[in-house]
T-cell receptor, first 114, second 114 residues
């Protein structure tokens, strides 16, 4: 069964540094998402992306965050200047066309900001 | 706006016992409902979904859930749990007009003991 893949599985960075989290969605999917889960808390929506543009973003997704689909397969989340509170598990998800297509999630990237 | 409440943060049960994980939602529009499971150090895996039709939906690993519109609930059940069901379970909702964005509950940690 096709999977959403995320790299790296674990990223450690220093406060103030830029990080790029990478995702390869399922190949025929059209809608892409980033979620995050701070340790011990609920999974929170960050941003959705369709047709090469952001379709919705949450309050968390401020100017420090950006997303890009640089080619036909990758979907990236960039954090320009990381803060300690950005430490979390970041999940990428994708879904196919149709309102009721479920989201398929990757295994996540654990970001640790020191 | 939608919200999801999972009433139990932790549910300890013995192996082969039945279990119910509770989920209530609020929404002013019609919704789709989902249960996802997260095994340790893994991503989110879809257990089951309610889109329309029969209010009792069956998912993977012997789980089922019942949509109750009058009580705005979508409780997850399994008649006999296994040690391998130990995981975090998330209830989620999306609305017809929100482009597939999921709103998650806080999660319920199911711990199955021998």
């Amino acid at each position: 069964e096709p999977e959403v893949t995320q790299t790296p599985s674990h990223q450690v960075t220093q406060m103030g540094q830029e990080v790029i989290l990478r995702c390869v969605p399922i190949s025929n999917h059209l809608y892409f998402y980033w979620y995050r889960q701070i340790l011990g808390q609920k999974v929170e929506f960050l941003v959705s992306f369709y047709n090469n543009e952001i379709s919705e973003k949450s309050e968390i997704f401020d100017d420090q965050f950006s997303v890009e689909r640089p080619d036909g397969s990758n979907f990236t989340l960039k954090i320009r200047s990381t803060k300690l509170e950005d430490s979390a598990m970041y999940f990428c998800a994708s879904r196919g066309d149709g309102r009721n297509s479920p989201l398929h999630f990757g295994n996540g990237t654990r970001l640790t900001v020191t | 706006a939608q919200s999801v409440t999972q009433l139990d943060s932790q549910v300890p049960v013995f192996e082969e016992a039945p279990v119910e994980l509770r989920c209530n939602y609020s929404s002013s529009v019609s919704v789709y409902l989902f249960w996802y499971v997260q095994y340790p150090n893994q991503g989110l895996q879809l257990l089951l979904k309610y889109l329309s039709g029969s209010t009792l939906v069956k998912g993977i690993n012997g789980f089922e859930a019942e949509f109750n519109k009058s009580q705005t609930s979508f409780h997850l059940r399994k008649p006999s749990v296994h040690i391998s069901d130990t995981a975090e379970y998330f209830c989620a909702v999306s609305s017809y007009n929100q482009g597939g964005k999921l709103i998650f509950g806080q999660g319920t940690e199911l711990s199955v003991k021998p």
